[in-house]
């Protein structure tokens, strides 16, 4: 990134209702899995409906160091680990993406040997990644730190059946990726259930693995010697979906995505139906619109299905805006009230205690200068901004373009006055 880009700030005039329709984007966290389960494969693989967002193209920029060959082309990601030339990753490849670390289970599968040091990302609290190395341990793998990396070494995975202690999601996901080419078969019990760890195990599918109970708490891989090449087109983003929702009913408007999985996203459109926006699905979209102000809920941020941990932030913003009190409690991550603190200055009244909440509304927001602390932290000031009254300009936009590709664009597609500033 340019120092130009680094110092890019995002400036809103908020006050407008948002209204009209937009197109849903590939799932970004998902596609990361994607980018990283072509490396089971020596056969090119072709995914579609990739976003264009800056970890995809951090990822890539990994593969190609462990020897693949990665091209992006727009939305299309062609990815070709013919021979993979190196068993570690890089450090400073892995320091600004967690889904890093997705190289081990691969690695060690197709090589017998991975090392990978902690990976980074955000800052939403401890993540710890024990739930991966317990599951490399029980396939078989001897797992050690060296220096600054975790480093796990098997001449062949054994599959056996295994308790995740929490459903962690990249962690059932790399179990996943090494239990594929293992011998016999692995049964991962309490794996995580989210639309994008059964999309990976669909893609594994597609390349000719055997795995059955994806998008359930039960995993079962049944390993097979090798895995071919495939072309598979990436979900829609329910969390990139689900913010532009939220701010469609924040700024009382109606906000239409079309191509959204409904079915994913269970959890945001119950709450905001609670809430008294109104929800229209359809086989080809999902609407939300608000006449009235939102009326104050409780929600609680839990692995899927439950509500999702990643629409946190952008749901406190939204109900800074409802009449009366609503509570959030955060019950995955012990460091996601970052955007607290910034939606504060902007006069949203919260308060916090523990991981929880308390959220007084109507607040009338005034724009303010304000920082993006993290992906969903940026999404959530993006929605105050649109509520508030005068210019809110965000620093640190960097956050946001992770998760959020031509956040610009798209919002100025449903009407709202917003701009990028690059100095
Ligand atoms: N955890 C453990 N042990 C582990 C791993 C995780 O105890 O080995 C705990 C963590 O401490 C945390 C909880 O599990 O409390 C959730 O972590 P999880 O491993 O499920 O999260 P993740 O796989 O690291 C992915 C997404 C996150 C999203 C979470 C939960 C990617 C790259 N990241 O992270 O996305 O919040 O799942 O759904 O896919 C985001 O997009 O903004 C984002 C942070």
Redesign the pocket.
């Known amino acids: 990134m340019s120092a130009a880009e680094r110092d890019a700030r995002l400036v809103i005039r908020g006050g407008i209702p948002l209204r009209g329709s937009i197109p849903a984007a590939g799932s ?3 596609a ?2 994607l980018v990283a389960a072509a490396l089971l494969s020596a056969d090119p693989v072709t995914l579609r409906n990739v976003p264009e967002v800056a ?1 995809i193209r951090e990822m890539g920029r990994l593969l190609e160091a462990l020897g693949a060959t990665v091209t992006i082309d727009g939305p299309t990601v062609h990815v070709e680990a013919v021979t993979l030339t190196e068993t570690f990753a890089p450090a400073d490849l892995v320091a600004s ?3 890093s670390f997705l190289v081990m289970g691969p690695l060690l599968a197709r090589l017998g040997e991975a090392g990978c040091a902690p990976p980074g ?2 800052a ?11 599951g490399f341990r029980a396939l078989g793998a001897a797992v050690s730190r060296e220096g600054a990396n975790w480093v796990a070494r098997a001449a062949r995975l054994q599959g056996a059946r295994l308790f995740l ?9 790399n179990v996943i990726f090494a239990a594929a080419l293992a011998q016999g078969t692995t049964t991962i019990v309490n794996a ?1 259930a ?1 639309p ?1 760890v059964a999309m990976a195990a669909d893609m594994l599918n597609a390349m000719g693995a055997r795995i059955s109970g994806q998008g359930t708490g039960i995993v079962t891989v049944e390993g097979v010697a090798r895995l071919h090449g495939c072309e598979f087109e990436v979900i829609p983003d329910r ?1 990139e979906a689900g913010t532009y929702l939220l701010a469609g009913a924040a700024t009382r408007g109606s906000v239409e995505v079309t191509g959204a999985r409904a079915d994913h996203l269970d959890g945001l459109l119950s709450k905001l139906a609670e809430a008294g926006a109104r929800v229209d699905v359809t086989e080809r979209s999902v609407c939300v619109a608000a006449s009235e102000p939102l009326a104050p809920i409780q929600v609680q941020a839990v ?2 299905p439950g509500f ?3 629409l946190h932030a952008p749901m406190a913003a939204a109900l800074t805006q409802a009449t009366g009190v609503s509570i959030i409690h955060e019950r ?3 460091n996601r009230l970052l955007y607290v603190g910034e939606l504060r200055a902007m006069g949203a009244r919260l308060t916090t205690g523990g991981q929880s909440v308390i959220i007084e509304g109507p607040a009338r927001l005034t724009g303010t200068p304000v920082r993006a602390l ?3 932290a940026g999404a959530a000031v993006v929605i105050g901004g649109l509520c508030a009254e005068g210019e809110t300009t965000i620093r640190d936009v960097g956050h946001i373009d ?2 959020y590709a031509r956040l610009v664009e798209r919002l100025s597609a449903l009407g709202a006055d917003i701009e990028r500033l690059v100095p």
């Open positions: 970004k966290n998902g990361l899995y970890d993406t967690r889904a990302g955000d939403i609290g401890v993540r710890p990644l024990d739930v991966h190395l317990a202690d929490y459903p962690s999601v990249l962690g059932t996901v995580a989210e994008e969390i692995p899927y999702a941990t990643d995955v991550y012990d993290d992906i969903r992770r998760g």
